[in-house]
């Protein structure tokens, strides 16, 4: 299964995929590009991954999740350009009851925001563009500066586009 799409999410397909008549409780998470960070106006956002690796963590986590609770975990991430608006990470959990549904599907997204190596650019109005996540080769805290971590480093194959050359 592919957790990282360059296209739309469909929600619907995702909420599909885990849905059966012996499942009452399907919860959901969107995560959705706004139009501001800290105060300062963006105009849209560029997701990178580290494919192959972002992908084997997926299923790890959809795994761990589908371990610790009764649940069936559908999750896809966007990646390349999005909007405002657009659905950059979305999850479904379903299960017998809502309390694992509910559980899960928080679960998986604290732990994508974590330990997922995907990295997001924000563009601002003003025409500045800055990674998200902190100090190059520091954990970055993420997007909110709240809650979970991921490598603040920008892709290799995106910082050697950006300087001219290799990255050091």
């Not at 995702?14 to 849905?19: D, E, I, S």
């Not at 590009?33 to 956002?45: K, S």
């Not at 299923?59 to 659905?87: C, K, Q, Y």
Request: with cysteine; net charge neutral; glycine share 12%.
């Amino acid at each position: 299964m592919a957790y990282l799409v360059a296209n739309s999410i469909d929600v619907g397909a995702l909420v599909a995929l885990v849905q059966s008549p012996e499942r009452g409780g399907v919860a959901c998470f969107l995560g959705t590009v706004r139009n501001h960070r800290r105060g300062r106006e963006v105009v849209r956002l560029e997701y990178s991954a580290y494919g192959l690796m972002a992908e084997a963590e997926c299923e790890r986590i959809v795994a761990e999740a589908g371990s610790r609770w009764d649940v069936a975990v559908a999750l896809r991430h966007r990646t390349g350009e999005l909007e405002i608006g657009d659905t950059a990470v979305a999850i479904a959990a379903a299960s017998a009851h809502r309390d694992e549904a509910f559980l899960a599907c928080r679960y998986v997204i604290e732990e994508v925001k974590r330990r997922v190596p995907i990295w997001k650019r924000e563009v601002f109005a003003d025409g500045t563009v800055e990674w998200v996540g902190g100090e190059a080769g520091k954990q970055g805290s993420g997007e909110d500066g709240k809650r979970g971590s991921r490598k603040a480093d920008p892709p290799v194959e995106t910082a050697a586009r950006e300087s001219g050359g290799t990255r050091g």
